[in-house]
Nanobody
Framework: QMQLVESGGGLVLPGGSLRLSCVAS????????MGWSRQAPGKQREFVAR???????NYADSVKGRFTISRDNAKNTVYLQMNSLEIEDTAVYYCWGRPPYSTKDYWGQGTQVTVSS
């Protein structure tokens, strides 16, 4: 079992930055792959970034070079640093976690990111 709580969303100007945080509860959090996905209005949820338990990262092409995912296992927290934000990045951002040897993903409640002038 894993519970995830996101924070850090908000309204930002194009070109600005935000850092999202996701605190995971449960003893398996530090051994789990963690990531972020997002869902824009009228669109399907899409993958944004992933970080493995040992720190290996993957990114969607649309955010490479602008977003950075990281984790602090001592705090059971995953971060998403978002720079050079674009209007197209506007979405609800969801944190997820997948425990080792599991096909089940756990999801947070989401945090709204709005990029607008």
């Amino acid at each position: 079992q894993m519970q995830l709580v996101e924070s850090g969303g908000g309204l930002v100007l194009p070109g600005g930055s935000l850092r999202l945080s996701c605190v995971a509860s449960g003893s398996i959090a530090s051994r789990s792959a963690m990531g972020w996905s997002r869902q824009a209005p009228g669109k399907q949820r899409e993958f944004v970034a992933r970080i493995g338990s040992l720190g290996t990262t993957n990114y969607a092409d649309s955010v490479k070079g602008r977003f950075t995912i990281s984790r602090d296992n001592a705090k059971n927290t995953v971060y998403l640093q978002m720079n050079s934000l674009e209007i197209e990045d506007t979405a609800v951002y969801y944190c997820w976690g997948r425990p080792p040897y599991s096909t089940k993903d756990y999801w947070g409640q989401g945090t709204q990111v709005t990029v607008s002038s």
